[in-house]
């Protein structure tokens, strides 16, 4: 029989024990009820234990009856797998009724088993975690034991060249050169572009939405910015490669410069662009978080408003303006597809933002959308390069949230 | 050293005309914010919109003998350059299917190829001199047509430009959204009424709202990572598929949804869970029938607003490998499938001018689908919050 026949027939059987079991669970406390006892709980609530103690434990059996198969390459069939779950649901039917009895709290029984299977939910954010850790690690040390850690750290030639000759058993892969820093490089030219562009254009407009302008501004500027962050970054990618890049190629040409269509400052300024709202809309809150009374004061020992504002304001604010801007970054590094779209592929140590570069994730695209083996030296490296990208990244995240605790807790705001 | 009254006053003026030009200066830079959308629209509207007209061309049709092997037969010579080689290819079908239509002759309207399109929407072609002068004279004849791009819309990928169409990826995005949708709203809601309803607070408690925060910020290229090497290389679900794809994506949305439905459970005041508590009412009791209802529209809005991200997210999907072509859907979970995002990479990649147009149009019409679900999502908001 297909094992998807089986499923359906195994869910089948469950949906029938369960409406015997609620049923069953039902009418017996109802009979309990009407001879008079006073119970702990409602009939429903008995009838809704008995099926939680129906399907529960069955689904739970078959679940870890799955996850052993798949883990420790256990061979069980998945027939007998599933008639275990159904014997186990059809135990739990039968001590279930049994003890639907007046002195028994359904309710509280029924409160705790709620209580674990929404704690268990909120422990898949932190599987997932684990999930990228283990996925990223596991493969990239495989990695590392072909390459070692050292060349992948300081080389300055990526050239993954024959590793894939190397896999399939030909070659002896050499000639493959894993140095990371040219990747690295070329990140940090177009997250340094970004940047650039980001933080003064969305400092200045969160100062101005938050310090000058007049409410019914503020209210239509801010969605309007937020508009900028939800364009989807493959649309960016579009923009950068098919309208910015030529321009910047016809803008250099007359100034007499050679640009590449794939330079760095193309996709840098676009994903400028796009990481504005992020610095504007954390900055403007943190802004409107500086208590008035610094503004009062400066402005009572008679200096300007632009005064204050460049004085006390964004030096009070700047915690959270640098924290702001830390996700910035760690946001530009990890953007993928404008610069898969827009940037070079060829690695290269260069600090001409005309000439084309490549980044990590361009890097990491490549490798994996490849026709290579998944065992090759450069689908794995991959995984050291996504490992690299999420130490760095954690790493921003981390600060960026201490700096904004800093600040919360330096003038007691609460809405950060 | 002393200052003169007319020093301090010079002074003072200098300052003030200082504050006024950051005022100018911050001014001008939400301006630049906004001129950058506006620019960045202007540019797609006039990439994408000729995408929804189509050129199509009168001609007449010889259904003859050698039509039936060769659907090139049916047509005058000269036609043959610039119609749509789908055309030619339906031809022996059609008449194997129809053998007395032998012999007949009928007058159609058939698509041109996209050299012809994009000749008489003035971009680059390639098109010879006498073919484009042969086009004028169908023009002037009236024979040659722009109408609405219907193609475009009810058809899946096609490497022939004027035949490819989007359905095949607006398909495999609904595909993958009810997979995201199905496993990222139950866990999210459960997990933020976890801990916003039933959790102590303790050390467990504590670094489950750090982790929280930090998905929120890892690339989304790292969650493709994932996808690849634990659902498909370790659980084995089939690469490209709606399945794989939304699984990934609903890792991605679950912070989203969690962040912002736990801002929708605080906003609902104390007063209430007490009042339910005071009655009697168990904890799950409180949370079900009272805060949840109550809880609903923020959750619903949030839930939204992440379904819109997770529908513009490429990097993860090309990592599990939803980038394939498809040129007919199936509505199915565990087939290779494209996505919306995924369709306008693929064809950005190719390099005829009428694709340049497909990419635009296809951007076109994505962005008008997110900004629908954004601006819904607001009118939720507006229509249902409430202030207590």
């Given at each position: 029989m297909q094992t998807n026949q089986l499923l359906l027939i195994f869910c089948a059987a469950l949906l029938l024990l369960g409406l015997l079991a609620f049923f069953a669970g039902r009418s017996k406390a109802t009979r309990i009820r009407s001879a008079g006892t006073a119970m702990f709980a409602q009939p429903d609530q008995y009838a809704w234990f008995t099926v939680l103690s129906t399907a529960g434990p069955a689904l739970l059996v078959s679940a870890l009856g799955a996850f052993v198969l798949l883990l420790m390459g256990a061979n069980i069939p998945t027939l007998y797998l599933l008639a275990a779950s159904l014997v186990v649901a059809a135990i739990g039917l039968l001590v279930s009724l049994n003890q639907v009895k007046p002195d028994f709290h359904a309710r509280q029984a029924m409160e705790r088993v709620i209580r674990m299977i929404l704690a268990s939910a909120a422990l898949i954010s932190i599987f997932t975690t684990f999930g990228i850790l283990f996925s990223i690690i596991s493969e990239a040390v495989r990695f590392f034991k072909m390459h070692s850690f050292w060349e992948f750290i300081t080389g300055?030639?990526?050239?993954?060249?024959?590793?894939?000759?190397?896999?399939?058993?030909?070659?002896?892969?050499?000639?493959?050169?894993?140095?990371?820093?040219?990747?690295?490089?070329?990140?940090?030219?177009?997250?340094?572009?970004?940047?650039?562009?980001?933080?003064?254009?969305?400092?200045?407009?969160?100062?101005?939405?938050?310090?000058?302008?007049?409410?019914?501004?503020?209210?239509?500027?801010?969605?309007?910015?937020?508009?900028?962050?939800?364009?989807?970054?493959?649309?960016?990618?579009?923009?950068?490669?098919?309208?910015?890049?030529?321009?910047?190629?016809?803008?250099?040409?007359?100034?007499?410069?050679?640009?590449?269509?794939?330079?760095?400052?193309?996709?840098?300024?676009?994903?400028?662009?796009?990481?504005?709202?992020?610095?504007?809309?954390?900055?403007?809150?943190?802004?409107?978080?500086?208590?008035?009374?610094?503004?009062?004061?400066?402005?009572?020992?008679?200096?300007?408003?632009?005064?204050?504002?460049?004085?006390?304001?964004?030096?009070?604010?700047?915690?959270?303006?640098?924290?702001?801007?830390?996700?910035?970054?760690?946001?530009?590094?990890?953007?993928?597809?404008?610069?898969?779209?827009?940037?070079?592929?060829?690695?290269?140590?260069?600090?001409?933002?005309?000439?084309?570069?490549?980044?990590?994730?361009?890097?990491?695209?490549?490798?994996?959308?490849?026709?290579?083996?998944?065992?090759?030296?450069?689908?794995?490296?991959?995984?050291?390069?996504?490992?690299?990208?999420?130490?760095?990244?954690?790493?921003?995240?981390?600060?960026?949230?201490?700096?904004?605790?800093?600040?919360?807790?330096?003038?007691?705001?609460?809405?950060? | 050293m002393s200052h003169t009254f007319d020093d301090i006053s010079q002074q003072l003026k200098h300052r003030h005309r200082k504050s006024t030009r950051l005022k100018w200066i911050t001014m001008g830079s939400l301006g630049l914010a906004g001129l950058f959308l506006v620019l960045f629209f202007a540019d797609m509207l006039n990439k994408g919109l000729p995408a929804f007209q189509q050129a199509y061309i009168q001609v007449e049709i010889n259904y003859n003998e050698e039509a039936e092997t060769d659907g090139r037969q049916a047509f005058d010579e000269e036609l043959i350059p610039i119609i749509s080689r789908t055309m030619v290819r339906v031809i022996p079908m059609e008449l194997r299917n129809n053998p007395d239509m032998i012999g007949t002759s009928t007058n159609e309207w058939v698509l041109a190829t996209s050299e012809v399109d994009q000749y008489l929407k003035g971009h680059r072609s390639s098109l010879s001199p006498e073919e484009r002068a042969a086009i004028d004279e169908r023009v002037e004849a009236g024979q040659v047509d722009m109408r609405f791009n219907t193609t475009f819309f009810t058809n899946g990928d096609s490497k022939i430009a004027e035949y490819a169409g989007i359905l095949s990826a607006v398909i495999g995005t609904v595909m993958t959204m009810i997979v995201t949708l199905a496993i990222s709203f139950p866990i999210g809601v459960m997990t933020a009424v976890y801990l916003e309803e039933f959790a102590p607070d303790n050390r467990f408690t504590q670094a489950i709202e750090i982790n929280i925060n930090n998905l929120a910020a890892i690339p989304s290229i790292l969650f493709g990572l994932l996808g690849l090497a634990i659902f498909i290389n370790f659980f084995g679900v089939p690469r490209s598929s709606p399945l794989a794809g939304g699984m990934t994506l609903a890792l991605m949305t679950l912070p989203v949804i969690i962040i912002s439905t736990r801002a929708a459970l605080r906003s609902v005041p104390d007063s209430i869970r007490h009042a339910a508590f005071g009655v009697g009412c168990s904890r799950w009791q409180v949370v079900r029938d009272h805060v949840l209802p109550l809880a609903m529209p923020g959750i619903m809005t949030g839930s939204i607003i992440g379904l819109a991200q997770a529908m513009g997210e490429t990097a993860p999907l090309i990592i599990v490998g939803m980038v394939a072509f498809i040129p007919d859907a199936g509505v199915s979970f565990t087939e290779a499938a494209t996505v919306m995002p995924a369709q306008i990479f693929t064809w950005s990649g190719e390099p005829e001018q009428a694709f340049v147009e497909k990419t635009a149009g296809g951007i076109l019409v994505l962005l008008t689908i997110l900004i629908s679900l954004n601006a819904f999502a607001v009118v939720l908001r507006k229509k249902f919050e409430r202030r207590w």
């Open positions: 300055t030639t990526w050239s993954p060249g024959a590793s894939f000759l190397a896999a399939a058993g030909r070659g002896d892969g050499g000639g493959a050169e894993f140095g990371s820093v040219p990747l690295f490089a070329g990140t940090f030219m177009i997250t340094a572009i970004a940047m650039l562009v980001a933080v003064p254009v969305g400092l200045l407009s969160a100062i101005y939405m938050s310090e000058y302008a007049p409410s019914k501004v503020r209210t239509v500027a801010k969605p309007v910015l937020e508009v900028l962050a939800g364009i989807p970054t493959v649309v960016y990618g579009f923009f950068a490669a098919i309208t910015v890049a030529p321009l910047i190629v016809t803008l250099a040409g007359f100034l007499g410069l050679d640009a590449s269509y794939n330079n760095a400052l193309a996709p840098g300024i676009v994903m400028g662009i796009m990481i504005i709202p992020f610095i504007s809309s954390l900055s403007d809150d943190v802004i409107n978080s500086v208590p008035d009374t610094m503004r009062q004061g400066s402005l009572a020992l008679g200096m300007t408003k632009g005064e204050t504002i460049r004085d006390v304001v964004v030096p009070a604010a700047l915690p959270g303006i640098i924290s702001a801007s830390l996700l910035g970054v760690s946001r530009a590094m990890g953007e993928t597809m404008i610069v898969v779209m827009a940037a070079g592929m060829r690695p290269n140590l260069t600090a001409n933002p005309l000439e084309d570069m490549t980044t990590v994730t361009v890097r990491i695209v490549a490798a994996l959308t490849g026709d290579q083996e998944f065992e090759s030296a450069e689908t794995l490296s991959a995984f050291a390069l996504g490992l690299v990208l999420f130490a760095v990244t954690l790493v921003l995240n981390l600060v960026s949230v201490l700096m904004i605790r800093r600040f919360r807790e330096k003038y007691r705001v609460n809405n950060l | -």
